[in-house]
Structures are given as structure tokens and as C-alpha cells.
């Protein structure tokens, strides 16, 4: 299992507890869902279930036949979710700029999934996440 080691990083199991606390009532991430979301194979309620549970198998190397190599940096999970509407979701809960992130959902809107979160992150990267979710005091 890789560890982590770097000061911009997180255990992805305390980023988990962290997430799990943040507001499902984000306007901008649920429309983007219902529109342009994922529709099969759901077996979350929100966003935020999604997520959380997704961290906490992280380390363990997967969850619902979703396989990856066993990791409990928050950083590097991140950098390889492949659902932008989680993504958005995390952004806004945490309370990125609305227009950062309407800009973001008109540029993304048509991209293949890995492409769009791809877009996300290169505007709203990993240290701008722990720089948010230090702000909400969590």
C-alpha cells in the first residue's frame, strides 16, 4: 500500500470523516448530476455517499468491482476519481466560487468523464481542496 508522505496530502480515511460532514444541498453539483451525471449502476444516495465511501475502501483496492491499487493518500485518490459531477460536488460543498464553477460545468458539460475531471482538477487542485476544507473547519 502506498503511503502518504507529503505535507499536501491527507490519509484518505480522515479525508473520508471529513467529507462525510460536508452539505448534500448544492445546487450547481446536483443539476450537473441529474443532467449529465452517471445513470447506471448507482448505488449511492448523493454525491457525498459516493465519495466517502469510495475513500473509505481506498486503501483496501476497491469497492463494487471498481479495482485499484491499495492507497491511503487523499491526494492520489483525487487525481484518479472519474466521476466529474462527485468532483463538482466536493468543490461545491467545500465552497468553491459559484462562477468558478459554472464555468467549469459549461466547459465540461460534453466531455467524456475523464476529460471533464481532468478539466476540474486543473482548475480546482488537490492543495485548493485542503486550502477549502481547512477554511469550513472540519
Not at 1 to 23: G, H, Q, T, W
Not at 90 to 105: F, G, I, K, T
Request: proline content about 3%.
Amino acid at each position: 500500500m502506498m503511503s502518504v508522505n507529503s505535507e499536501n496530502d491527507m490519509d484518505v480515511l480522515d479525508f473520508a470523516r471529513k467529507i462525510s460532514m460536508l452539505d448534500t444541498d448544492t445546487k450547481i453539483s446536483n443539476e450537473f448530476d441529474i443532467k449529465y451525471g452517471q445513470k447506471n449502476n448507482r448505488w449511492w444516495h448523493c454525491q457525498r455517499e459516493h465519495l466517502t465511501v469510495w475513500c473509505l475502501h481506498y486503501p483496501t483496492g476497491g469497492v463494487h468491482g471498481y479495482n485499484h491499487r491499495s492507497n491511503n493518500s487523499a491526494k492520489y485518490m483525487y487525481y484518479h476519481f472519474g466521476r466529474p459531477e462527485t468532483l463538482l460536488w466536493l468543490a461545491e460543498a467545500l465552497n468553491e466560487c459559484d462562477d468558478l464553477l459554472n464555468s467549469l460545468v459549461e466547459e465540461i458539460k460534453d466531455k467524456a468523464p475523464s476529460s471533464a475531471c481532468g478539466d476540474i482538477r486543473r482548475e480546482i487542485p488537490f492543495n485548493r481542496i485542503l486550502r477549502l476544507l481547512e477554511q469550513k473547519n472540519l
